[in-house]
């Protein structure tokens, strides 16, 4: 009974695709369908319903190929780089062995005068000092005539570092060697500070500490 029923539904399903005109049980000259008719009807005229995406893909993609262009310079890839090759380029751009000896304007490298670069989240301090470490100026974002939070600002570090540089130029400095210490907010601005006042920064080097172990524990949580 199960089967029938099966059987049944099967060909009511497939009869619009096939074209017949007769259901289960209906027929004229007194011919009857049988489960076993239906299977054998439905296997002989079947299509695979999957058989036409398959071939749509297809053409979609020998559609896609056709139109592309004949050399995608996006998907081939970039061209391995030689690191070291680069760095060799430069010329003098790294320190070597010989960068104390390298003169600059008639003047060793190694005695240039320095200009120390001081910066924290609250204050910019700059001393210019000669190859021997002796202070010879001194300026603050303070003594610029910035008060409270603004002493902490990259204007601040930018104006300190225009009048540094331009009381350097009237005491004969030329070239300097800036050594940055610390992280905020005119780090940048500092460096640029000192070019826009007129000095030749030769070398800049990052002296900022860096805490690789034992670091200091954090602060006990405030209580409410």
Same mark, same amino acid.
């Given at each position: 009974?199960?089967?029938? /029923? ?55 993609? #020998?559609? %896609? ?18 690191? *070291? ?7 003098? %751009? ?6 104390? *000896?390298?003169? /600059? ?8 005068? /320095? ?18 470490? *002796? ?11 910035? #008060? ?39 780090? %940048?601005?500092?460096? #640029? ?16 500490? /860096? ?14």
């Amino acid at each position: 009974m199960l089967r029938s /029923i099966v059987a049944r539904t099967v060909w009511n399903s497939r009869a619009p695709c096939l074209g017949a005109s007769r259901r289960w049980g209906e027929g004229g000259g007194g011919a009857q369908w049988t489960p076993a008719a239906a299977r054998a009807a439905a296997a002989a005229t079947a299509r695979p319903l999957h058989g036409a995406a398959l071939l749509r893909k297809a053409e979609d993609r #020998k559609e %896609m190929l056709a139109s592309m262009p004949a050399r995608d310079e996006g998907t081939e890839g970039e061209a391995a780089v030689d690191v *070291d090759a680069n760095l060799r380029g430069f010329g003098g %751009m790294f320190p070597d062995e010989n960068t104390p *000896d390298l003169l /600059i304007d008639g003047v060793r490298f190694a005695d240039l005068p /320095i200009l120390h670069v001081k910066i924290s989240k609250n204050n910019t301090v700059m001393s210019l000092t000669n190859a021997k470490g *002796d202070v010879q100026m001194y300026r603050t974002c303070g003594i610029e005539g910035f #008060k409270n939070t603004r002493k902490g600002t990259n204007i601040a570090a930018q104006a300190t570092a225009i009048s540094l540089a331009t009381r350097a130029l009237d005491r004969g400095v030329k070239n300097v060697r800036v050594k940055v210490r610390g992280l905020g907010p005119g780090r %940048m601005s500092a460096v #640029k500070g000192v070019t826009m006042g007129g000095l030749n920064v030769v070398s800049i080097t990052d002296c900022t500490p /860096i805490i690789w172990n034992n670091s200091p524990r954090p602060r006990k949580a405030k209580k409410l």
